[in-house]
């Protein structure tokens, strides 16, 4: 006992006077200490927090509340003093900081929870916000709570929102702003899993999870050069037994351009847990720590070493492990440091999302042979990142009230069901329009009939109306409307482009004139809409009997359309029209009547070898050929050239 109250008395002395030989340390552009809902200044570790008063303009709040409690019902510590008074909000409030010079920030929180005067903080729930990152969601303290952040600042101002729940409020003892060197987190940092990313340092805001001072005792922000707290490491040792504290604070030396007092005291340098080998050159064992952190984050981690237990270079080897990653494989120190025994070294490194909030920190001997086995740790800062949505305490919404946030959750996710019941209905309905579209694409409205000459013509009327056709008599061929095109086209579907033309995509198209045509043929002009290369090749005693058929096969009515047989009958009619010489006109208003026939039709009867004198035969109607076979008439009038 009387040895390690020696070594901690020598610790203590060894830390002080290395406090003597440190520069002045890291001077911070901003520097912001306020003991909230204090009348009057308050120092801890040896900073003065300013009055509440006196940092009041920076405030925006609905109410102007300042609570404090009475000294007997703060447990004593070193931060006591700052958990007497509080500053309370009762709706949306805002600290902004002026900023004078950018780069990353200390933001450090106080709370304790008690009762100040009439309000009782032992239950409150809100979220804390600094600019677009969420620090705090839901939070509610739990006896004595300190909370250090650290944010990149770009702007010229730095806000700090507090954020009350429905049917609470949110307090603060004390909070700091603090600048940070610019050295002290760069940009990057090694990947513990390579296959694993990360956009770089300076995009995070960080929360301090963890800062340990291994084989050391506690370090107080009054012997840190930035305030900073570090902890002893017994509590986090899985095994105790295999791990020794060996010291040499006065030993400590800090490279040019490499660590410095600012990135870590002569107290966590000094001191270091190495392996328990006891002299065993066998020793195979790891030195492990274990953390307990929030799922769905990412982790920077940054190791101190310096080598205060080797009497020469190149002695001592090991292994880092970050839970079963070996981030430092056979790590000689002496090699980083040019040889020079107990310089300070750290390295930096980022771990994938953690997914079972557990962090273990190891150490162990080098797998190299004739090395002896030992390895050592100096200190251990854990860091989360912040995650996706810029949050570091879950995904957090920075809305005016937690509460409000599920409200408006509710809202938003109600009115995306509704939103999405729509969208499917009128799918659905869509679908149902483009599929009657479809079968019903015979019907086109937005067909412009031919010119007769050439020229341009346009039809003009509703789609109840046959609409009016003027044309032009100049030969720049037939324009079509640009509706009309469009359907054709399928909307311009771009799986319907067969090439490039000199004026943009060539797309096939399929023009509808199945309306049109019959608006011709009602009027009897059937013959003014031939393609122009088919005029004079087409009779028109033939073309009027195929529109006579065409115009029965369409009748509105199934009773008024004729048989599948007057079909064929017809149709071979009209071929005969076209292809024999007519000596009299036929019946234009016949659509189950023969005219009269050239020769070329052979003769017909019931079985006797005569033939018709002269030249032509004379039928009246289907209904008069009472016992003749319809079939032998048929088979009269069939050319096989016409087939």
């Not at 949306?92 to 009762?115: A, C, D, K, M, N």
């Not at 017809?570 to 010489?581: D, F, K, P």
Request: net charge negative; aromatic share 10%.
């Amino acid at each position: 006992m009387m040895a390690c109250g020696i070594l901690e008395l020598f610790i203590w002395v060894s830390s002080i006077s290395s406090l003597f030989c440190l520069s002045s340390g890291f001077s911070p552009a901003d520097n912001y200490l306020i003991s909230c809902g204090s009348s009057t200044n308050t120092t801890v570790d040896g900073r003065v927090f300013a009055a509440d008063s006196l940092y009041s303009n920076l405030l925006s709040t609905p109410q102007n509340i300042l609570a404090n409690t009475s000294s007997n019902s703060i447990p004593s510590s070193d931060k006591s003093a700052l958990y007497q008074t509080a500053r309370v909000f009762t709706g949306v409030s805002e600290y902004t900081f002026p900023i004078s010079q950018s780069g990353r920030h200390w933001i450090r929180l106080y709370f304790y929870q008690s009762v100040y005067g009439s309000y009782n903080l032992s239950s409150v729930s809100f979220s804390v916000s600094a600019q677009t990152y969420t620090l705090l969601s839901n939070f509610t303290p739990t006896s004595a709570s300190f909370i250090e952040f650290s944010v990149n600042v770009t702007s010229t101002s730095l806000v700090i929102t507090f954020i009350p729940s429905d049917n609470s409020s949110a307090f603060v003892n004390a909070l700091e702003v603090v600048s940070v060197p610019n050295s002290l987190i760069t940009d990057d940092a090694t990947l513990v899993n390579p296959s694993t990313g990360f956009k770089g340092l300076l995009t995070q805001a960080l929360e301090t999870v963890a800062r340990v001072n291994m084989g050391g005792p506690a370090v107080s922000p009054f012997n840190d050069t930035l305030s900073r707290s570090w902890v002893p490491d017994q509590g986090f040792l899985v095994q105790k037994n295999l791990a020794t504290n060996t010291s040499n604070i006065a030993a400590v030396k800090y490279p040019a351009g490499g660590a410095a007092v600012d990135t870590a005291p002569p107290t966590v340098y000094g001191t270091c847990t190495e392996m328990n080998s006891q002299s065993d050159p066998n020793s195979n064992f790891n030195v492990t720590w274990e953390f307990t952190v929030d799922q769905g984050f990412q982790y920077f981690l940054r190791f101190h070493f310096c080598d205060i237990v080797s009497t020469g270079p190149h002695q001592l080897y090991f292994n880092v492990y970050v839970d079963s990653w070996n981030v430092a494989q056979n790590l000689d120190l002496s090699s980083l440091t040019l040889g020079i025994l107990a310089t300070a070294y750290y390295m930096d490194f980022v771990t994938p999302i953690n997914d079972d909030g557990k962090l273990s920190i190891s150490i162990g001997p080098s797998t190299l042979t004739n090395v002896y086995p030992n390895a050592i740790l100096n200190g251990l800062e854990i860091m989360k990142m912040n995650n996706s949505v810029g949050s570091l305490d879950g995904v957090a919404s920075l809305g005016p009230s937690s509460s409000n946030t599920k409200k408006s959750m509710g809202m938003v996710v109600g009115l995306s069901i509704g939103l999405c019941v729509v969208v499917v209905f009128l799918a659905i309905l869509f679908f149902m329009c483009r599929r009657r579209k479809v079968g019903s694409s015979g019907h086109s409205k937005t067909w412009v009939p031919f010119s007769t000459n050439g020229g341009i013509s346009l039809t003009m009327g509703s789609k109840y109306s046959n609409g009016t056709t003027l044309s032009s008599g100049s030969d720049l061929g037939y324009r079509f409307p640009f509706a009309a095109v469009q359907e054709a086209t399928d909307n311009f579907e771009e799986s319907w482009v067969i090439g490039i033309g000199g004026f943009g995509k060539v797309y096939k198209g399929v023009l509808n004139d199945a309306e049109w045509a019959m608006k011709w043929q009602t009027k009897g002009q059937l013959e003014q809409i031939i393609d122009a290369n088919l005029v004079g090749k087409i009779k028109p005693e033939s073309l009027r009997k195929f529109g006579e058929t065409a115009e029965k096969c369409l009748a509105e009515f199934g009773v008024d359309r004729p048989t599948m047989g007057d079909v064929l009958w017809n149709l071979e009619y009209a071929l005969q029209l076209q292809e024999a010489v007519l000596q009299n006109d036929p019946d234009e208003n016949s659509t189950n009547v023969i005219g009269e026939l050239s020769p070329l039709v052979n003769d017909f009867n019931d079985g006797d070898d005569s033939t018709v004198s002269g030249a032509q035969f004379e039928v009246s109607s289907v209904d008069d050929l009472s016992g003749v076979s319809m079939s032998r008439v048929f088979s009269q009038l069939v050319k096989s050239e016409g087939r």
